[in-house]
């Protein structure tokens, strides 16, 4: 039996703007479950797109049964016995859970379906994962998301697998399901398969993992024999050490309150109603995990989302729950997902800027390029907004002008609530401190600013205090001090004391 | 079932089990029965005379095995505009190749379905390989097909044999021997489709490209075959083509690939791929060779076609596709 199963080299992987992985190094072990433990964004899922040949690595190589090895694709991956199941979903809705069992393993004969052997094998893994019960040609589209995680991981478990990748399991399983999948990764690996398990769930950690590897930054920063570590040693390595120069103290909020939230609850939420007040100048951050509820919260808050109860004021003025209603009332989102609802990537600069108020630049029904074009210079001067021209398309522009530009166009609104969803994600450092600079200036103006960001240490450092969110709920408010990063994380994971 | 869900639950077993019916291809049949039946009782139509039956039957033939070909391309999530100029083509060889010279006949068939996979491969090679998109590829074969058929002959050409025009009139008790090739071929598909691997792999491409790869899928031998089947079935039906007008035309095919897409898309597949019912393809089929046969039937005039069929499709659209929600 190999030493490592399946293991990384110095694996470097950059994106535009951003480092995801430098110089990662790991070795899972046969017969072992290692958890994979790090912040949102620390670089885990490109780790695994990387180990299952999904993405290839810039520098650095992966190591398969002790030997360096080159994964073109999945599927060379899956030949080697390096079966993934992936945070995402990949079971076909529309398939049946026979079929998505066995996608890409089908057994024949004389080029036809075997569908004896198809069954029993579909039975068998379906069995473990305590399926049985389950009708094979069920459409599996019409199963919970729990049930089609299980039919993902009876996928994987149909293949003969020598490394078994399980990414986030947890974030779908809960209580009796995600025992038994307990109960069946211990057996998976006592058969001798190396099993990397990556979770938020801190408590799963010490009954299921024997090593375990901390990601922060894209770097490992320690790894070992999970008896080795305690909670409080792997929250305090997922978020590491604050860099409080970066962020001078904001100055505090002197005007009255501007934004009222109160029982808030999103359409499709079944959490406890939400309050909030922010003063004019004043910035609130809101922390937690990815799906804990803070896009949700802040698309509520825009108009973009409908609410089951509760209400929003701002200058005292209660705000129509639709988008339109709340951006006449003066609030202002801009979105998490920058190419696909912050900007029209094939319309210039200036025109993206101008996009929100046309009538500002129009005269007699016809939008004038020479006021569009005096909008933008404006914008680029007020956030140092580098473009070739006004005319320049967004798309050739890099991740942070292309943010700055979102910004901008809700700006020429002149909103009184800004309200910002990961307002760095893809921008490169030089740009973050920019927004960091504009988003202070933007409140030191007056505004009331709202952000959510899954960087704990940007939501720390500009805000004045943070809203915690766990699974949908607020579980907790955290004002600026010394240890807010490590208590933020305690009550995002809910390892709170 | 929580109580709060209850209010709704009398509505919802019949969405459902109508969602049902759509998913497996039944509900155009259910259009398709109704028609027979208004046909059946109107006055003076003969609808079930014999010679009535194998026109309609005959005539479904050619649209049938092209509408198969295209079922099986939507299914993996592309589309196939090329198909009418490929059986343009294809029938216009067969009578300029063939031209009445009796020992020419099979070879020239063999050629015309191996010509047929060429014209698929192209297809899925420009498809899957260069990764183009399945639209602006296949409309670009459309023109180039079409373009190279005017140039075998700009005008009415060719003759084909004896054999091949009695084979297209010949019967099987009341059944037309072109329409057992159509019944033959649908057999063939529905096999690859349900009972083969790379039936399997088609549905998943179609249903979601990257998670069919992560699975372990070869995608591009799966897009590859879809295309090769489709310029098969377009060959095939060149020659039934061929046969049934004796001489070749370089228009013979055209609009071919929009009916072949209507009968597709009433049929209940999905245009987005991964979803759909070979049965409802072929209920889209004998829809389109009904609506055809009524309007001639009832002496309405032949203008009517097309206005009925825009409506059909809408209403199917609206009707029996499964929305997506926003």
């Known amino acids: 039996m190999p030493e490592t199963a399946l293991g990384a080299r110095g694996v470097t992987k950059s994106f535009p703007g951003v480092r995801a992985l430098d110089d990662v190094t790991l070795a899972c072990a046969p017969g072992r479950v290692h958890a994979l433990l790090g912040e949102n964004g620390a670089g885990k899922s490109t780790l695994v797109r990387i180990l299952t040949g999904d993405e290839s690595p810039d520098a650095g190589t992966v190591v398969v049964a002790d030997r360096e090895t080159r994964l073109g694709a999945p599927r060379e991956a899956l030949g080697l016995g390096i079966v993934p199941v992936y945070q995402e979903l990949t079971v076909l809705p529309e398939m049946s859970v026979l079929d998505n069992v066995l996608l890409g393993q089908e057994r024949s004969r004389r080029g036809l379906l075997d569908r004896g052997a198809q069954r029993e094998l579909a039975r068998a893994a379906l069995a473990r994962v305590s399926l049985e019960d389950l009708p094979l040609g069920t459409r599996t589209g019409e199963l919970s998301l729990a049930n089609q995680q299980l039919v993902e991981i009876a996928r994987a478990i149909a293949r003969r697998s020598s490394v078994l990748i399980l990414d986030e399991p947890s974030a779908v399983l809960s209580g009796d399901k995600l025992q038994a999948l307990h109960d069946v990764v211990r057996a998976i690996a006592a058969e001798g398969t190396a099993v990397v398990y990556i979770t938020h769930l801190l408590e799963e950690v010490p009954a299921l993992a024997d090593d375990l590897t901390v990601l922060r930054d894209g770097k490992v920063v320690s790894s070992g024999p999970a008896t080795d570590y305690t909670t409080d040693r792997i929250v305090r390595e997922m978020v590491g050490r604050q860099v409080d120069q970066v962020f001078p103290d904001p100055a505090p909020p002197a005007g009255e309150v501007v934004l009222r939230v109160s029982d808030l609850v999103p359409v499709g939420s079944s959490a406890p109603p939400a309050h909030l007040e922010v003063r004019a100048g004043e910035i609130v951050g809101l922390a937690g995990l990815v799906g804990a509820g803070r896009s949700r919260f802040l698309r509520t808050l825009a108009g973009a989302r409908g609410r089951s109860q509760g209400g929003v004021d701002v200058g005292g003025r209660r705000v129509r729950g639709s988008l339109t209603g709340a951006i006449a009332a003066g609030v202002a989102l801009v979105p998490e997902e920058r190419k696909r609802d912050g900007l029209v990537l094939d319309l210039t600069a200036a025109q993206n800027i101008t996009l929100t108020d046309l009538r500002q630049v129009s005269s007699a029904g016809l939008v004038r390029t020479a006021r569009e074009n005096a909008a933008f210079d404006e914008e680029r001067e007020r956030l140092g907004i580098k473009a070739s021209g006004p005319g320049q398309p967004t798309r050739q522009l890099s991740g942070g002008n292309q943010q700055k530009i979102a910004i901008a166009k809700w700006l020429r609104v002149s909103p009184r609530v800004l309200l910002l969803d990961e307002p760095t994600r893809g921008v490169d450092i030089g740009a973050k401190s920019e927004i960091y600079r504009i988003v202070r200036e933007l409140a030191a103006s007056g505004m009331a600013i709202v952000i959510a960001s899954s960087e704990l240490a940007e939501v720390i450092g500009l805000a004045h205090r943070v809203l915690v969110f766990r699974d949908g709920a607020v579980v907790g408010e955290v004002h600026r001090d010394p240890d807010s990063a490590e208590r933020i994380m305690h009550l995002a994971l809910g390892t709170a004391s | ?326």
């Open chain 2, 1 to 326: 079932m929580t109580s709060v869900a209850a209010p709704r639950g009398s509505r919802a077993p019949r969405l459902a089990a109508f969602s049902g019916l759509v998913r497996r291809g039944g509900a155009v049949w259910v259009i398709v029965l109704a028609l027979v039946l208004a046909l059946t009782f109107a006055r003076g139509t003969g609808f079930w005379n014999s010679g009535n039956i194998a026109a309609v039957l005959a005539g479904a033939a050619v649209l049938g095995l092209v509408a198969l070909g295209q079922h099986v391309v939507v299914l993996g999530g592309g589309i196939d505009l090329s198909v009418g100029s490929m059986v343009t083509l294809t029938s216009l060889l067969t009578a300029v190749l063939v031209d009445g010279y009796p020992i020419r006949t099979v070879p020239v068939i063999v050629a015309m379905v191996v010509l047929g996979a060429a014209m698929g491969l192209l297809n899925g090679s420009l498809v899957s390989v260069a990764r183009l998109p399945p639209f602006i590829v296949t409309l670009g074969m459309l023109y180039l097909v079409s373009g190279v058929a005017l140039t075998v002959s700009a005008t009415p050409a060719g003759r084909v044999t004896a054999a091949l025009t009695d084979f297209s009139r010949a019967t099987l008790g009341p059944v037309p021997a072109p329409f057992l090739v159509l019944v033959a071929a649908v057999a063939a598909v529905w096999l690859l489709l349900a009972r083969t691997p790379w039936g399997r792999h088609l549905y998943a491409v179609g249903g979601d490209q990257h998670a069919a790869r992560a699975a372990g899928v070869r995608v591009r031998p799966v897009l590859l075959g879809a295309y090769v089947t489709s310029g098969v079935l377009a060959g095939l039906a060149g020659v039934l083509l061929a046969a049934r007008s004796a001489i070749g035309s370089p228009t013979a095919g055209s609009g071919l690939e929009l009916s072949a897409i209507t009968a597709v898309v009433i049929g209940g597949t999905s245009l987005l791929g991964g979803r759909g019912s070979l049965l409802g393809t072929v209920g889209g089929v004998a829809l389109l060779a009904l609506i055809t046969n009524a309007i001639t039937l009832l002496q309405l005039p032949s203008t009517w076609t097309d206005l009925v069929r825009g409506l059909i499709i809408i209403a199917a659209v609206a009707v029996f596709v499964v929305r997506r929600p926003r």
